[in-house]
């Protein structure tokens, strides 16, 4: 449906992805975080490269979290 819509040009979907993109985000940041401490708390050998992985994505989803607070403030 993603697609679908828009192609038909049916405005339903408008607005939409902000309310969806927010808690979605901040599930992902949650269980990121999470990720990271169990690599830490189990002493792995490549933590810091998964952190730094997981850094990574923790910021490209922060990115698109603002991104979508800016969307709904505007």
């Not at 994505?57 to 709904?72: G, K, N, R």
């Amino acid at each position: 449906m993603p697609f679908v819509l828009p192609a038909l040009g049916l405005g339903v979907t408008a607005g939409v992805g902000p309310a969806i993109g927010i808690p979605v985000g901040l599930i992902a940041l949650l269980f990121d975080v999470r990720g990271v401490r169990r690599f830490w708390i189990a002493g792995h050998k490549w933590r810091w490269q998964m952190t730094a992985i997981y850094v990574s994505v923790m910021a490209l989803v922060t990115y698109l979290v603002v991104e979508d607070f800016i969307q709904i403030f505007k």
